[in-house]
Nanobody, 122 residues
Framework: QVQLVESGGGLVQAGGSLRLSCQAS????????VGWFRQAPGKEREFAAS????????YYADFVQGRFTISRDDAKNTVYLRMNSLKPEDTAVYYC???????????????WGQGTQVTVSS
């Protein structure tokens, strides 16, 4: 089992930045690919970014457009999502997920966190 806890969400103005953190505990975190997904009100959950075990490969959704950066620090069992140039349409609950590699998103989620709210005001 892997337990994931997200933090770093909050309210920010359009154009601002946030850094989300996903802290893991349990089984060896370094062996897992990790992804960030988001779900806006009334919409389905969608993929945002992922990073492979070891951090060599990263994958991003088209809507990111170079604004987000995913990284990991396995010594701290933590994956980060740095989000710049935030837009109101980025408002959502952001979830991290861990699992093996998946061809669709770079991760096939087996474990999910509870999510952290990101709200971007215009």
């Amino acid at each position: 089992q892997v337990q994931l806890v997200e933090s770093g969400g909050g309210l920010v103005q359009a154009g601002g930045s946030l850094r989300l953190s996903c802290q893991a505990s349990g089984r060896t975190f370094a062996n897992y690919a990790v992804g960030w997904f988001r779900q806006a009100p009334g919409k389905e959950r969608e993929f945002a970014a992922s990073i492979s075990w070891g951090g060599r490969n990263t994958y991003y959704a088209d809507f990111v457009q170079g604004r987000f950066t995913i990284s990991r620090d396995d010594a701290k069992n933590t994956v980060y999502l740095r989000m710049n140039s935030l837009k109101p349409e980025d408002t959502a609950v952001y979830y991290c997920a861990a699992g093996d590699y998946g061809s669709s998103w770079g991760v096939e989620p087996d474990y999910w966190g509870q999510g952290t709210q990101v709200t971007v005001s215009s």
